[in-house]
């Protein structure tokens, strides 16, 4: 299952609502506002990086370049796509839950 | 239409404030008509959907909650509510309005629509489903 | 692979609607079918043609309209939510008593039905809003 987070963490709890629900092999991209949770060394960062490894986690990169986020300063472990990687992941997933 | 696929209606926001647990009933209601296997979440602020004891008079804005009450009617019969959102939120099962349907196949017997679940059940019957909306 | 869209926000306030945009056009170059783009909540703001942004921006009424005439997408508006938030076609506006309509082209105005109908139909639903 594909979940994607559209808010920044230090706003909405939506990243911390889907992290207890994702289950182990499901995917989570952050899009839109969401990118703000892929920092590293925030106050969110333990949260979503204890989860990678049983989650995979992916930032959409248009959204992190927007936003002046370069790779370099993400929590390890997450993979930036494009739209078409986006696409992807909504493919190769049986299901898609946006976390608005 | 013969395919009949799981749907489950995810509401994680409180009524009033933004018009979307309203607008998302609406489609509860028209997607009952289409006969698939429907179910409704209620978790985070979504909980407060369900209190009882609505009245929206001096707010002039329409008290829609009676319209859960219905819910039963559509043959939308399961209503989980998420346990943990609800003792964050410092609220019981008896907070919440006590919702019913009639049982068809056991001489119409009312039964409870809401369920509480746990997280990890919550998370197993998201799982299960094929469409996913979120309001 | 079949792909039905859901659209909640209005342009501009929300990057939502540039997102399913962005998404919808990686999907079609990708070779996938998108089965239905359906507008709901403040997202019927998608479908007015009275939009007029500053020429520096994006027109993103346009943007639907044009990609609805290159790859035929069926871009629907729902009804209910239209009707509250003054975005009719020239039936609505007939039906409603209104001087004027205000449907942007390659938009329709119909029920919930089409977006339920999207969900059983498509082998995805993604859902875009805020």
């Known amino acids: 299952m594909l979940h994607t987070v559209n808010k920044s963490p230090f ?24 990118v703000y949770g892929a920092l590293a060394g925030t106050i969110h960062t333990t949260m979503l990086a204890e989860a990678t490894g049983a989650i995979s986690v992916y930032a959409l990169g248009p ?4 936003r002046g986020l370069p790779e370099d300063r993400l929590i390890p472990g997450i993979k930036v796509v494009g739209y078409d ?10 299901k898609v839950q946006s976390w608005l | 239409m013969s395919e009949t696929k799981k749907f489950m209606y995810i509401n994680r926001r409180p009524p009033y404030g933004t018009v979307y647990p309203l607008e998302g009933l609406e489609v509860v209601l028209i997607g009952a008509a289409f ?21 929206t008079t001096d707010t002039g804005m329409k008290n829609f909650s009676p319209t859960y009450r219905a819910l039963g009617d559509y043959e939308v019969t399961r209503l989980y509510v998420e346990r943990e959102s609800l003792e964050e939120r410092g609220l019981t099962e008896a907070d919440l309005m006590p ?32 469409v996913v909306f979120n309001f | 692979m079949k792909l ?16 399913a945009y962005s998404f919808i056009r990686a999907a079609l170059d990708a070779g996938h079918e998108i089965f239905r783009v359906f507008f709901y909540h403040d997202g019927v703001h998608n479908g007015t043609r009275l939009t007029t942004p500053p020429q520096d921006d994006r027109h993103i009424v346009n943007r639907w309209s044009e990609l609805s005439e290159a790859h035929d997408l069926d871009l ?6 239209a009707q509250r938030r003054g975005i009719v ?15 942007a082209p390659g938009f329709r105005i119909s029920g919930l039905g089409q977006l339920i109908e999207a969900g059983v139909q498509a082998d995805r639903l993604l859902v875009f809003g805020d």
């Open chain 1, 11 to 34: 706003e909405s709890a939506s990243l911390k609502t889907c992290l207890g629900l994702a289950q182990s092999g499901s995917d989570i991209l952050l899009i839109e506002d969401g």
């Open chain 1, 63 to 66: 959204d992190l370049k927007a």
């Open chain 1, 85 to 94: 990687g986006f696409v992807e992941l909504a493919c190769a997933n049986d």
């Open chain 2, 35 to 55: 006969e698939q296997e429907v179910c409704m979440a209620f978790i985070s602020d979504g909980v407060f959907q369900l209190k009882q004891g609505q009245d």
């Open chain 2, 99 to 130: 919702l019913t349907w009639e049982d068809e196949d056991d001489d119409w017997a009312e039964k409870p629509s809401i369920q509480i679940v746990s997280r990890t059940q919550l998370s197993d019957l998201l799982e299960e489903q094929d």
């Open chain 3, 4 to 19: 039905a869209v859901m659209v909640n926000e209005g342009p501009y306030t929300h990057q939502a609607s540039d997102t």
């Open chain 3, 76 to 81: 629907v508006v729902c009804v209910a939510a």
């Open chain 3, 89 to 103: 076609d020239p039936d609505e506006a007939k039906r409603n008593g209104k001087d004027s309509d205000n449907i």
